[in-house]
C-alpha cells in the first residue's frame, strides 16, 4: 500500500468522559427483543463502534451505514482483558493509489479477517469509490485512483488479535441472538450487515478522493503524486511521496472531491480540477476534532485483519451455513465489473496533408516512419470485450491518399471497395452514448479523414476540414 505520512502539529485534547450517546431505530412492523438501544451514530468516548456491524461493500468507513450492534463491548470489556483503549493523538496525511479501481480495492483486502471461502478478496465495490467516479456496475481501466485522508486520530479501540471466537459468541447482544432465531439469513445481513468492526480510530478526517486518466506505465505511482500536488493545491500542505514524478501533460480527466467527517461548526467540502484556485484552510476544523466533544468524532480508520464476517459469531452450523451463504451472495451481488480499456493513440504523418493515423496497439507505427505521436486521443474497448453495449470499430486504409478511415458500419466498406483496403476491427466503442462516454467527431477534407473528441479542435469546420458526424462513442 503507498502510504505517505505527514506530520502535523498536534491538536490539543482534553481528557472528557460521558454515556455513551445513542438511538434507536425502530420500524412500526418491527418488534425488538430487547429495550436496548439498537444503533449507534456518534462516538461514546469509550468503545465507539466497536462490536457494531458493517457492511463491507459499501462506502468505506461511511459511520452512517454502520448497521446494529452484534458483540456487547461494555460485557465483554467489563468480564475479560481483551479490550483494549488509548490515544494515539497525532495528525497524519495518508494516501491509498491504485492504477485502477480494481487494484485500488484490492489495497483495502489487508483489512478483512483471514476467510478464503468469502469472496470478498479481488472484488471491486461500488460504494468504495462513491458516486463520483462510479455510476453503474461497469467501469472502466481508464482510470487511476487515490484515496487521501488527512487524518486527526483521537481515541483507537480494538479486541485483542487472535481472540478464540468461541470467547466472543458468548458476549452477542440480546438483539442480534434474538433476531437469529426469528430473522431469516438476508434479513441479518440487511440488519447488521456483512462483517464486524473489532478494530477502530475514531477522530477526524478530510477524505480526498482523487481520479485521472494516466499516460504512463507507472499509474499507481504517479496517482499518488498527483493526489498529492492536489491536496498541496486545496490544503497548502504535502507529505514526503515515493510517488513518481509525472509530467503534467500525462495527466487528462484529472479531478479530485474532498469532504470532511467529523468536527463541529465548520464542514469542508468541495472539489478541484486543474487550474482551480480554491484554498481550504484545514486548522480551523481540525481544532474542532476534540475528545472533550464526543459528537465531533467519527470512525477514520480500521485496523488490518479486523473485519470479522458475521457469520463467524454463529455457533450453531446450520444457521451459520445459511448465514454464510447469505452473506457471499449478497456481497458477490454488489460486484463492479471492471472493463479493459484501451488507449487510442493519435499520430501525425510528417510528410504534409494533415494526414492522421488512430491504433491501440503501439508496435503498429514504431518501425514506420513518417508518423509523429500526437497523444490519446480517447480510450476504447478491446475486441474481446464482452460489453453488450460495445460495438467493432473497423478500419480501412486508402494507400493513394495515406487516409484511414474508421466506422462501426461494416456495410458502408465490407470487406474493401472504392480503393479503400479493410485493416480489420480494431477495437469497440458504442455505437449510442452511454454513461461517462463521449462523442468521436469525423471530418473529411476531401481527401482524407481526421476524428477526435475535442470540439473545439475544428467545430463545425476548419483547416480545411468539413464536419460530417458523431462516428461512435468513445471513453
Known amino acids: 500500500m503507498n502510504k505517505l505520512k505527514l506530520f502535523l502539529p498536534l491538536i490539543f485534547i482534553f481528557m472528557y468522559s460521558c454515556s455513551d450517546i445513542l438511538t434507536e431505530t425502530k420500524s412500526a412492523t418491527e418488534t425488538l427483543s430487547s429495550t436496548n438501544p439498537r444503533m449507534k451514530i456518534r462516538g461514546d468516548n469509550l468503545y465507539d463502534m466497536l462490536g457494531f456491524g458493517c457492511d463491507a461493500t459499501g462506502p468505506y468507513l461511511d459511520q452512517m451505514k454502520t448497521a446494529y450492534q452484534v458483540i456487547n463491548i461494555d460485557s465483554l470489556a467489563k468480564n475479560t482483558n481483551i479490550v483494549t483503549?488509548?490515544?494515539?493523538?497525532?495528525?497524519?496525511?495518508?494516501?491509498?493509489?491504485?492504477?485502477?479501481?480494481?487494484?485500488?480495492?484490492?489495497?483495502?483486502?489487508?483489512?478483512?479477517?483471514?476467510?478464503?471461502?468469502?469472496?470478498?478478496?479481488?472484488?471491486?465495490f461500488t460504494g468504495g469509490l462513491n458516486a463520483e467516479f462510479v455510476s453503474s456496475n461497469t467501469i472502466t481501466s481508464k482510470y487511476s485512483y487515490a484515496n487521501a485522508n488527512i487524518n486527526v486520530y483521537v481515541s483507537h479501540s480494538s479486541i485483542k488479535k487472535f481472540t478464540d471466537i468461541t470467547i466472543l459468541q458468548k458476549y452477542l447482544t440480546s438483539t442480534f441472538k434474538n433476531d437469529l432465531?426469528?430473522?431469516?439469513?438476508?434479513?441479518?445481513?440487511?440488519?447488521y450487515g456483512t462483517h464486524v468492526y473489532t478494530d477502530i480510530y475514531t477522530g477526524g478526517t478530510v477524505n480526498c478522493k482523487y481520479r485521472s486518466a494516466i499516460n504512463n506505465t507507472t499509474k499507481e505511482s504517479s496517482a499518488t503524486y498527483g493526489a498529492n500536488l492536489a491536496i498541496g493545491k486545496v490544503f497548502s500542505m504535502s507529505a514526503s511521496t515515493t510517488g513518481t514524478t509525472t509530467s503534467s501533460s500525462e495527466y487528462s480527466s484529472e479531478s479530485m472531491s474532498y469532504k470532511s467527517v467529523g468536527g463541529s461548526g465548520t464542514t469542508i467540502f468541495g472539489s478541484w480540477t486543474p487550474g482551480s484556485t480554491t484554498t481550504v484552510n484545514i486548522n480551523s476544523w481540525s481544532s474542532t476534532v476534540l475528545k472533550s466533544n464526543p459528537l465531533s468524532l467519527q470512525l477514520i480508520?480500521?485496523?488490518?485483519?479486523?473485519?470479522?464476517a458475521i457469520y463467524e459469531f454463529v455457533a450453531d452450523p446450520v444457521k451459520k451455513a445459511a448465514l454464510k451463504t447469505a452473506v457471499n451472495n449478497y456481497i458477490l451481488s454488489k460486484n463492479i465489473t471492471e472493463e479493459v480499456a484501451l488507449p487510442f493513440y493519435r499520430y501525425v504523418n510528417l510528410s504534409?496533408?494533415?494526414?492522421?493515423?488512430?491504433?491501440?496497439?503501439?508496435?503498429?507505427?514504431i518501425n514506420i516512419s513518417n508518423w509523429k505521436y500526437e497523444k490519446i486521443e480517447c480510450y476504447v474497448l478491446p475486441t474481446s470485450s464482452p460489453?453488450?453495449?460495445?460495438?467493432?470499430?473497423?478500419?480501412?486504409?486508402?494507400?493513394?491518399?495515406?487516409?484511414?478511415?474508421?466506422?462501426?458500419d461494416f456495410s458502408v466498406l465490407g470487406n474493401g471497395k472504392n480503393s479503400y483496403s479493410y485493416d480489420g476491427i480494431r477495437c469497440k466503442v458504442y455505437k449510442t452514448q452511454v454513461p461517462n462516454s463521449q462523442p468521436l467527431y469525423q471530418y473529411c477534407n476531401g481527401s482524407n479523414h481526421f476524428y477526435t473528441t475535442n470540439w473545439a479542435e475544428l467545430g463545425n469546420g476548419s483547416q480545411g476540414f468539413k464536419f460530417e458526424y458523431i462516428v461512435c462513442y468513445v471513453l
Open 352 to 365: 504534409g496533408g494533415n494526414h492522421h493515423f488512430y491504433t491501440t496497439d503501439l508496435n503498429e507505427v
Open 301 to 308: 480508520q480500521i485496523g488490518d485483519s479486523s473485519l470479522i
Open 85 to 124: 483503549y488509548d490515544n494515539p493523538t497525532h495528525t497524519i496525511v495518508e494516501i491509498t493509489s491504485g492504477s485502477d479501481a480494481l487494484t485500488l480495492s484490492h489495497k483495502y483486502d489487508t483489512k478483512f479477517a483471514s476467510s478464503l471461502s468469502i469472496p470478498i478478496y479481488g472484488q471491486t
Open 181 to 191: 432465531i426469528n430473522k431469516t439469513p438476508d434479513q441479518i445481513v440487511a440488519l
Open 387 to 408: 460489453d453488450p453495449n460495445a460495438v467493432p470499430l473497423y478500419r480501412y486504409y486508402l494507400k493513394d491518399n495515406n487516409d484511414h478511415f474508421y466506422t462501426t
